[in-house]
């Protein structure tokens, strides 16, 4: 049984010295239906501003139609205040309900940088959030960013995190910096893989920043495909972050097929979306002088009550976004080397696209089989 190649690069692959670990297919299953999340809710407070510009809002929006939001890193959050919203993707307590249609995102340095030189790219704008500006809240700075979710009715969400590597060159350099045997990160390798430590390292119970990194890229579809699933919302079912081993292409096939409900019109929807972001992506300067990295795709759809399928993509996530010194610039294609700064991002995306344009042709992974006939 084989699966349609994907524009894969064995280049892509960071070196280290243990070995490549796959978690067993039959596991797959059983880790799709992890439940692994953060909740938390919000007062009912609210402001006088905030109640002067619900009022000057649209008759039309309701703030009923939504019975159930999730919260993603980092732009989606709950319609009605009273209701819980979802943590999946380690920002727990950085974002806040604001005006419908907006939410509040706490505020750091190298985001609010990027978010402004966004607003002078004309083909960013096109692909990420719309961006509102900063506001204070109760002491606290934050940036004002579009709902994504405000144009669905019962959203189901994938958060896809992109390029070959998910830490930045300076973080690598740090870490080597001060070279420390770690016992919490052995203790995070063990857990997931009691076989990967190397006998020094079992022996000291520990492992190194740069070991740890390298080896948790490996572990997903990160180094070898340019993406991983990050965690996934469907409508009618409680949220998933339980990704970090899904590193096949069949196995992302398979979770993915099973995301868009085996829909061939989602699946045509999310395809277009993503071949125009691409394209996109390659006209853009901002792209191309900074170094992308942490950044996600926000896969959203549902089937609404008059049965067409409404899905959307967007770019979200610009905390680690870093710009590139002087006049260099990156294709986002070529593999990386430490010091060339590359991340991969294209790289992904052309797997990606690749990936949903022949989602019915790749096999269900081993010892498992799809609930519907394959789409496309």
């Known amino acids: 049984m084989t699966s349609v190649p994907l524009n894969n ?15 067993p297919l039959s596991q797959l299953e059983q880790q799709l239906d992890l439940d692994d999340i953060w909740r938390e809710s919000w007062s009912d407070e609210e402001d006088e501003g905030t109640k002067k510009q619900k009022r000057q809002l649209k ?24 209701y819980p919203w979802v943590q999946l993707a380690g920002h727990n307590g950085a974002f806040k309900p604001c005006d419908n249609g907006t939410i509040l995102k706490k505020l750091t340095e190298k985001e609010f940088v990027c ?86 390292e079992h022996n000291f119970k520990a492992v190194t920043k740069p070991r740890y990194m390298q080896w948790r890229e490996r572990l997903s579809s990160t180094a070898t495909l340019g993406f991983r699933i990050d965690g996934i919302k469907q409508a009618d079912r409680d949220p998933d972050k339980n990704f970090k081993t899904v ?46 990295i942490g950044s996600s795709l926000l896969l959203v759809h549902d089937q609404p009550a008059d049965g067409v399928a409404r899905a959307n993509v967007w770019m979200i996530d610009f905390g680690k976004t870093t710009p590139l010194n002087g006049d260099k610039s990156l294709d986002h294609r070529t593999p990386w080397v430490e010091g060339n700064q590359e991340d991969g991002y294209l790289f992904g995306l052309d797997n990606l696209v690749e990936l949903f344009e022949n989602l019915s042709n790749i096999p269900a992974p081993e010892g498992l089989e799809d609930d519907q006939p394959a789409v496309g």
């Open 59 to 82: 008759a039309s929006r309701s703030w009923g139609l939504i019975k159930q939001v999730v919260h993603w890193s980092p732009f989606v959050q709950v319609y009605k205040k009273k």
């Open 9 to 23: 690069n064995n280049n892509h692959v960071l070196e280290s010295e243990a070995r490549d670990k796959v978690t």
């Open 115 to 200: 978010l402004n030189k966004i607003l002078d790219d004309s083909y960013m704008l096109q692909i990420t959030p719309k961006f509102h500006g900063k506001v204070e809240k109760e002491g606290v700075e934050y940036v004002k960013l579009q709902d994504l979710l405000a144009e669905f009715d019962n959203p189901s969400v994938c958060d896809i995190k992109m390029g070959t590597r998910t830490y930045l060159e300076e973080e690598l350099i740090k870490a080597r910096e001060k070279l420390t045997m770690r016992k919490d990160m052995y203790e995070k390798m063990v857990k997931v893989d009691k076989n990967e430590p190397t006998e020094e």
């Open 247 to 292: 590193r096949t292409n069949q196995e992302v096939a398979y979770v993915l097929r099973k995301h868009i409900d085996y829909r061939d019109e989602t699946r045509l929807k999310l395809l277009e979306r993503l071949k125009e972001i691409r394209s996109t992506l390659e006209k853009s300067k901002f792209f191309a002088s900074h170094e992308v």
